[in-house]
T-cell receptor
Framework: EAEVAQSPRYKITEKSQAVAFWCDPI?????LYWYRQILGQGPELLVQ????????DSQLPKDRFSAERLKGVDSTLKIQPAELGDSAMYLC???????????????FGEGSRLTVL | AQKITQTQPGMFVQEKEAVTLDCTYD???????LFWYKQPSSGEMIFLIY??????QNATEGRYSLNFQKARKSANLVISASQLGDSAMYFC???????????FGTGTRLQVFP
């Protein structure tokens, strides 16, 4: 069964260091999402891609966060410099695009849990 | 704009009993979809059930059913015959058919006891 792949599964870093997360969506899925989930809260959308284009990054802290999906396939989310408040689970999800909204075909990876010391 | 409200921070249910988790939503879209996800302590987001706004029948997936009341903007999840393994966080989410933007609620922690 096709899955959304994320790495690393766990990351511990010191504040002011750089950190990067990688996501490989299900093959053929045009829409890719990155979410941040602080412990005890719901996921917050950071950035949404349609193919290689950003369609929503209104909640992305652009002074330290960046995201790219250069070939419209896999994606990288970077934080530089990391701060204590960035400790969270970073979730990636993908869908076929607007069809995902119509059919509910939208799936998540296992997430990357970040701890900033 | 879209918004999901889950008013129950925590729920308890006895094993084998049914439980309803509440979800209300607000959206300016005419066409949208509603999801429920389960998130165990390990952190992965597990898809449970989906309802499209044009679907007239309530969605069902095994022990899960979605009580969709469009006029009331309500999309409650019903879990029948609860099992100990159902203990987890449950999130309701809405997706716009126009933008594909997916927004989550704050979640409900369900605990199933023997």
């Amino acid at each position: 069964e096709a899955e959304v792949a994320q790495s690393p599964r766990y990351k511990i870093t010191e504040k002011s260091q750089a950190v990067a997360f990688w996501c490989d969506p299900i093959s053929g899925h045009a829409t890719l999402y990155w979410y941040r989930q602080i412990l005890g809260q719901g996921p917050e959308l950071l950035v949404q891609f349609q193919d290689e284009s950003v369609v929503d990054d209104s909640q992305l802290p652009k002074d330290r966060f960046s995201a790219e999906r250069l070939k419209g396939v896999d994606s990288t989310l970077k934080i530089q410099p990391a701060e204590l408040g960035d400790s969270a689970m970073y979730l990636c999800a993908s869908s076929p695009g607007l069809a995902g909204g119509l059919t509910g075909e939208l799936f998540f990876g296992e997430g990357s849990r970040l701890t900033v010391l | 704009a879209q918004k999901i409200t889950q008013t129950q921070p925590g729920m308890f249910v006895q094993e084998k009993e049914a439980v309803t988790l509440d979800c209300t939503y607000d959206t300016s879209d005419q066409s949208y979809g509603l999801f429920w996800y389960k998130q165990p302590s390990s952190g992965e987001m597990i898809f449970l059930i989906y309802q499209g706004s044009y679907d007239e029948q309530n969605a069902t997936e095994g022990r899960y059913s979605l009580n969709f009341q469009k006029a009331r903007k309500s999309a409650n999840l019903v879990i029948s015959a609860s099992q100990l393994g159902d203990s987890a966080m449950y999130f309701c989410a809405i997706i716009s058919y126009n933008t594909d933007k997916l927004i989550f609620g704050t979640g409900t922690r369900l605990q199933v006891f023997p």
